[in-house]
C-alpha cells in the first residue's frame, strides 16, 4: 500500500547519484510554507508598530479638533491598511523580507533601492498622509482664524479713530501772521459768573461786538450744582461733577475721610482729590504746550503731567495784568520759528477772571458795583483784542469766552432755618453751600425718616426741594458718586440754607442785620438766572459773523476746544464735535430772544418792586448801541468781492477793531462815573 503511495516517481526510486530535482507540487509546498512563515513574521511586526503607533497616539493627548478628525478617520485608515496587507501578501517571498527590512530600517532612501523599495516606501507615506493632511488642515483653519480676528480689530480700531477724529476744516494746518507760523492756539477765558443776560445792559460794546463778529448759543447751561469749581472742572473735562468727582466747592470724601473745601489750598490742592483728565493734561499728552492762568484746579499737579506754563491763583491781579501774561506767551517763539529760546509758545492758553463774581457776591447781581466790574472786564477784552490785532493774529488764533455760572439775589427773606427743620444732632456732616447736603450718624435709619419729614416741609413751604439719591432728577446728574451726600436740600433760586449757629434768621429780621452774599448761585442749572455764555471767533469757527447755536450744556466746552487744536479729547459727557451746526443768525426776525430774567420775589414784596436794573426789554446781543457792522457781502466799495470769505472777515475785524476804539473811550468814563469821579453814567458809544 505504502509502495503503490510512493509510486515509480518518488525520490527513492532514483539513482543515489541521480540529482534530486523537486517537482512542481513540492516547490508549491515548500513556497506556501515558506510564504505562510513570512505572513507570520509580517504580521507580527505589523501588529508591533500599530501597537507603537497606538501608544503614542494615547500619550500625544490630541486636542477635541483634531480627536474629532482622528475618528472620522479611523474607517479609512484601517480599510486601507488592509488593502495594503492584501496587496503585500500576494507579493514574493524576496518582497516581503525587503520590505520588512526596509520598515524596520526606517525606509531608507538610497540610491541602489528597487522598484519594490518605492512601491513600498509609496506604501508608508500613504500610511502617513491622512495624519499629516489633518495637521496640515488644523494649522489653516487656525492661521485663517487668526487673520480674520486681526482684521476685525484692525477695522474696529480704524473705525473708532474716524469717530474719534472727527474731521475738522483747520485741523494741522499751521497759519502765518506775516512774520511767524502758528499751530493750532486757542485762548480759553473763563468770566466767573457772567450772567448771560448780563449782556442785554448796554455795558459790555466789546463782548456784543465779540458776538456779533463770531458764533454762539444765546446761553450755555452750567452743570448741576452751579458753582465754581465743579463747572470749572466740567469746563476743561467735558464731564458732569458726579463724574470727575469735584461735585461741590465743599464735601466730604467717605474713602479719605476728609473734606474738600475749596479754599482750603493745603488741602483742596492735593491730586487725590483730583481723578479726571483736564484739558492741559490731554493737550500735553499729545505734544500741544499749554499755558494755565489761574484756572480753579490747575494748581493740583494732575497726575501725571504739569501744564508748560502755570499762573497760581492771585485774586487781586489786575486786570491789565492778565492780557499782558496772555500776550507775553503769544509772543514766545513757535516750534517752527528757527532762533533758539528757553521757553517756546504754548497752543493752548486757559484764563480765570474772578471779578464779576467776587463783586456779584459781595454788592450782589443788580448792584452799581456789579455794573462797573461788568465795564471793567468789557475793558479788559478790549485790550486783549487790540493785541491780538496788533499782532496780525486776528484769523489766526482762536478765542472762546466762557462763563461757568450766573448769580441770583439774596434776602432775610428768602433764608431757610436748617435748625428749624431737622435735629441737627443727627447730622454728621453738612456738603455745599447755598443748597446743603446731609451726612447723618445713622444713615440706614435716619435717611428714610427725615427724607419724609422734609418732603412734608417742603411742600408747605414751597421754598426748597429734598432729594435722595434715588429720588434725583436725572437732568442733574447728581447721584453717581460717593462723595454726593445721601440726602439734599436744594433750595429754589434765590432762596438759601443757613445754620442758626452762621446766622439767626429770626434775630436777624428783628435788628435788620442783612444776609450775607448779596449773590448766590448753585441752584437747579437750568434757571435763568444761571445761564451762563459761550463764544467763539478764530480759524476752527469758519461761520458766517453773528452765527446763532442752539443752546448746550458746559459739558461740550472740552470737545469743542479739542477740536479746535487738533488733539484727541479723552473720552467724556460731551457729544458736540467741529464744525459747529448753526442754526442761523441772532440777528434774524425768527431768532429767539435772551431775555432779562426777573429776581426772585420776598413774599412779602410785589414783583415789580424787584425788578433788576438795566435794559428790561428781551433783545438778542448785538452791537446796535455801538454802531450797525458792515453786513458780510456788503463791501465798502465796489472793488471789495462780496463772495471772498477773508474779505468778509476782514471787514469783520475792521469794523471790531473801529468798534473798540470807541467802547474804550466810553467804558474809561464810564467805570470813572461809577467810581465818582464824575457825575453821570456815562452812555454806550454811538
Not at 501608544?55 to 486601507?80: I, M, T, V
Not at 500735553?284 to 504739569?306: C, K, L, T
Not at 450782589?364 to 491780538?388: C, K, Q, Y
Not at 449757629?501 to 448766590?520: I, N, Q, R
Request: include cysteine.
Amino acid at each position: 500500500m505504502a509502495r503503490d503511495r510512493d509510486g515509480l516517481l518518488s525520490e527513492k526510486h532514483y539513482d543515489n547519484d541521480a540529482p534530486v530535482v523537486p517537482s512542481d507540487a513540492d516547490s508549491e509546498s515548500e513556497s506556501e510554507i515558506e510564504a505562510t512563515s513570512l505572513d507570520t513574521v509580517q504580521d507580527t511586526d505589523r501588529n508591533i508598530l500599530n501597537e507603537t503607533e497606538e501608544h503614542e497616539q494615547l500619550l500625544r493627548k490630541p486636542g477635541r479638533l483634531e480627536a474629532a478628525r482622528g475618528a472620522l478617520g479611523l474607517r479609512e485608515s484601517r480599510n486601507k491598511r488592509r488593502k495594503d496587507k492584501s496587496r503585500i501578501s500576494k507579493r514574493g517571498g524576496k518582497e516581503e523580507s525587503d520590505m520588512m527590512f526596509e520598515m524596520e530600517s526606517g525606509f531608507k532612501d538610497t540610491s541602489s533601492q528597487s522598484s519594490t523599495d518605492t512601491e513600498t516606501e509609496g506604501t508608508r507615506w500613504d500610511r502617513s498622509a491622512p495624519a499629516k493632511s489633518h495637521r496640515g488642515r488644523l494649522t489653516l483653519i487656525y492661521l485663517a482664524i487668526v487673520a480674520l480676528f486681526v482684521s476685525l480689530v484692525f477695522g474696529a480700531y480704524k473705525a473708532s479713530r474716524r469717530h474719534v477724529l472727527s474731521p475738522t476744516a483747520h485741523r494741522l494746518r499751521p497759519l502765518s501772521n506775516g512774520t511767524h507760523t502758528f499751530r493750532p492756539t486757542t485762548i480759553l477765558i473763563s468770566l466767573d459768573g457772567f450772567r448771560a443776560d448780563f449782556l442785554n445792559r448796554g455795558l459790555t460794546p466789546a463782548l456784543n461786538a465779540f458776538i456779533a463778529s463770531g458764533v454762539s448759543p444765546k446761553y450755555m447751561l452750567p452743570s448741576f450744582p452751579s458753582v465754581t469749581f465743579p463747572n470749572h472742572f466740567t469746563l476743561v473735562t467735558g464731564l458732569y461733577p458726579e463724574s470727575h468727582g469735584i461735585v461741590s466747592n465743599q464735601f466730604w470724601d467717605p474713602d479719605y475721610q476728609e473734606e474738600f473745601y475749596y479754599t482750603n489750598i493745603g488741602v483742596s490742592m492735593q491730586p487725590k482729590w483730583w481723578t479726571a483728565e483736564p484739558l492741559w493734561v490731554t493737550a500735553e499728552h499729545q505734544a500741544v504746550r499749554s499755558a494755565i492762568h489761574m484756572w480753579p484746579g490747575s494748581e493740583a499737579h494732575i497726575p501725571d503731567v504739569e501744564p508748560t506754563y502755570i499762573d497760581k491763583y492771585n485774586g487781586s491781579e489786575a486786570l491789565t495784568r492778565k492780557v499782558d501774561r496772555i500776550l507775553g506767551w503769544l509772543d514766545l517763539p513757535g516750534d517752527d520759528d528757527v532762533e533758539q529760546a528757553d521757553e517756546r509758545r504754548p497752543q493752548f492758553i486757559a484764563a480765570y477772571v474772578p471779578n464779576v463774581d467776587s463783586d456779584g457776591h459781595k454788592y450782589g447781581p443788580n448792584s452799581t458795583e456789579i455794573r462797573a466790574t461788568i465795564a471793567d472786564v468789557d475793558s479788559m477784552f478790549i485790550e486783549l483784542v487790540e493785541g491780538l490785532y496788533a499782532r496780525n493774529l486776528s484769523e489766526i488764533i482762536n478765542l472762546v469766552v466762557v462763563s461757568d455760572h450766573g448769580m441770583a439775589t439774596t434776602s432775610n427773606h428768602r433764608l431757610i432755618q436748617l435748625d428749624n427743620l431737622i435735629d441737627m444732632s443727627l447730622v454728621d456732616h453738612i456738603d455745599g453751600w447755598p443748597l446743603r447736603g446731609l451726612r447723618l450718624k445713622n444713615p440706614d435709619r435716619d435717611v428714610p425718616i427725615l427724607y419724609e419729614q422734609l418732603s412734608k416741609e417742603a411742600s408747605k413751604a414751597g421754598s426748597f426741594d429734598v432729594y435722595t439719591l434715588d429720588t434725583m432728577p436725572e437732568r442733574y446728574h447728581f447721584s453717581n458718586n460717593d462723595r454726593i451726600a445721601p440726602l439734599w436740600i436744594v433750595p429754589k433760586t434765590g432762596w438759601a440754607v443757613v445754620e442758626k449757629s452762621d446766622f439767626d434768621v429770626a434775630e436777624a429780621l428783628a435788628t435788620g442785620k442783612e444776609y450775607e452774599p448779596k449773590g448766590l448761585h448753585g441752584y437747579d442749572h437750568e434757571h435763568p438766572l444761571m445761564r451762563a455764555i459761550f463764544v467763539a471767533r478764530g480759524p476752527a469757527f469758519p461761520h458766517e459773523p453773528n452765527s446763532r447755536l442752539a443752546p448746550f450744556q458746559n459739558t461740550e466746552v472740552y470737545n469743542i476746544v479739542c477740536d479746535s487744536l487738533g488733539v484727541v479729547p479723552h473720552p467724556n459727557n460731551g457729544t458736540l464735535r467741529l464744525p459747529l451746526k448753526t442754526q442761523g443768525l441772532h440777528s434774524d426776525a425768527d431768532a429767539p430772544a435772551l431775555g432779562t430774567p426777573a429776581d426772585p420775589v420776598d413774599e412779602d414784596k410785589q414783583e415789580d418792586e424787584l425788578k433788576p436794573e438795566g435794559p428790561q426789554d428781551d433783545t438778542s446781543p448785538d452791537v446796535n448801541d455801538a454802531t450797525e457792522p458792515e453786513k458780510p457781502g456788503e463791501p465798502e466799495n465796489d472793488a471789495d468781492d462780496p463772495d471772498d470769505p477773508d474779505k468778509s472777515k476782514s471787514n469783520w475785524w475792521k469794523f471790531l477793531h473801529d468798534g473798540l476804539e470807541k467802547a474804550k473811550e466810553w467804558a474809561k468814563e464810564f467805570v470813572e462815573s461809577i467810581k465818582g469821579n464824575k457825575k453821570g453814567e456815562g452812555d454806550p458809544p454811538v
